[in-house]
């Protein structure tokens, strides 16, 4: 079958509105019926990767499904590498901490800095320095707990 190009770049269109397996489904079936089942054929009149049409043929043909896994892309939190972290954070925190002055929040706010936690991290809790994530982590890992980088204020009475 020839492709016009309206054909393809409404076959385009369509491809780039799914993902996934629906996608790969989709590309094989566009392939089986327009390309006689030609990868090849269809990269090259296309655009499209060769290597998943084949991938696409194969679902298609065996009738399984290839699991994508794309939770387990990517770099991985600090947590999972260093699970104590964040109870050696909180422990140092709380003792350099205290709650807002006017109790308008349940914000805990501390005078610790992340230097000064990263340090102490090193000395009190038996870190090293290269498996310590950076300041700019500790900071975010803090104010996930709940801790606000802030001078703690006196108390007036």
């Known amino acids: 079958m020839e492709i016009t190009p309206e054909i393809r770049d409404m076959l385009n269109e369509t491809r780039e509105n799914l993902s996934g397996y629906k996608r790969r489904h989709f590309m094989a079936q566009v392939v089986e019926t327009m390309l006689e089942s030609s990868p090849t054929r269809a990269e090259k009149e296309l655009g499209w990767n060769r290597v998943t049409l084949s991938k696409a043929l194969n679902e298609l043909r ?5 699991i994508d896994q794309y939770q387990r892309r990517g770099r991985k939190r600090v947590e999972e590498h260093l699970p104590t972290l964040l109870d050696d954070i909180q422990e140092l925190a709380e003792r350099h901490s205290q709650t807002d002055p006017t109790f308008r929040t349940t914000r805990q706010y501390t005078r610790l800095t992340t ?5 102490q991290l090193i000395d009190e809790k038996g870190y090293t320095d290269e498996e310590l994530p950076t300041e700019e982590t500790l900071r975010s890992r803090l104010n996930e707990l709940g801790y606000g980088l802030k001078r703690v204020k006196k108390a007036v009475r």
């Open 62 to 66: 065996g009738g399984f499904c290839f």
């Open 115 to 119: 230097a000064a936690l990263r340090q």
